[in-house]
């Protein structure tokens, strides 16, 4: 069985660079896409972005300018980082792996079907 | 348009029949799956694809798709299907999109 666990500060502070790690145990990194998606407190979930395992990246045009994500299959491990965050960044972050697959059309869809438990980041000084 | 609407509360009897829907301009293209959210908890895959079920989930959840509107159905629901739904679908570019969640209560 797949698990995936957050870990990363608690805390940040405006202005700063939030960093979050997803460690993978169950299965191995390799061959999937793995993604980031965030919870505001009270509000929806948003994509943040994903990866590759090879290190190919696809990121939320609204956050692409402050997102980096990097994976590090030698860990079994992927991140995320964030910058320049304000209080609109404070939310539960979770870590997903992508079930993706193409309709009859041809088109690719990213579901998620295993996720980490969430860790609440708050931007505040 | 690349926004996907949801009712935001939808309430249903004990072993009755609820849809839940989720309107967007992308989904007269595209499928829509849904997750599953409880309180403290991370969303469940419940719906996937034109109508699949990730293996665990109950055959009472069903999912629909009719013009811009997508369903998921729950036949007979039950006191443990009380959660925030969330739509997610994807857009023109291929980037998933989620609604913003209806609360289901089950009276």
């Known amino acids: 069985q797949v698990q995936l666990q957050e870990s990363g500060p608690g805390l940040v502070k405006p202005s700063e660079t939030l960093s979050l790690t997803c460690t993978v145990s169950?299965?191995?990194?390799?061959?999937?896409?793995w993604s980031w998606i965030r919870q505001p407190p009270g509000k929806g979930l948003e994509w943040i972005g994903y990866i590759y395992y090879s290190g190919s990246t696809n990121y939320n045009p609204s956050l692409k300018s402050r997102v980096t994500i990097s994976v590090d299959t030698s860990k079994n491990q992927f991140s995320l980082k964030l910058s320049s965050v304000t209080a609109a960044d404070t939310a539960v972050y979770y870590c997903?792996?992508?079930?993706?697959?193409?309709?009859?059309?041809?088109?690719?869809?990213?579901?998620?079907?295993?996720w980490g438990q969430g860790t609440l980041v708050t931007v505040s000084s | 348009s690349s926004e996907l609407t949801q009712d935001p509360a939808v309430s249903v009897a004990l072993g009755q029949t609820v849809r839940i829907t989720c309107q967007g301009d992308?989904?007269?293209?595209?499928?829509a799956s849904w997750y599953q959210q409880k309180p403290g908890q991370a969303p469940v895959l419940v719906i996937y694809?034109?109508?699949n079920r990730p293996s665990g989930i109950p055959d009472r959840f069903s999912g629909s798709s009719s013009g811009n509107t997508a369903s998921l159905t729950i036949t007979g629901a039950q006191a443990e299907d009380e959660a925030d739904y969330y739509c997610?679908?994807?857009?023109?570019?291929?980037?998933?999109?989620f609604g913003g969640g209806t609360k289901l209560t089950v009276l």
């Open positions: 694809g034109k109508n």
């Open positions: 992308s989904l007269r293209s595209y499928y």
């Open positions: 997903a792996r992508v079930y993706g697959y193409y309709d009859s059309s041809g088109y690719y869809y990213a579901n998620f079907d295993y």
């Open positions: 997610n679908s994807r857009d023109s570019s291929g980037n998933p999109l």
């Open positions: 169950g299965g191995s990194i390799s061959s999937y896409y």
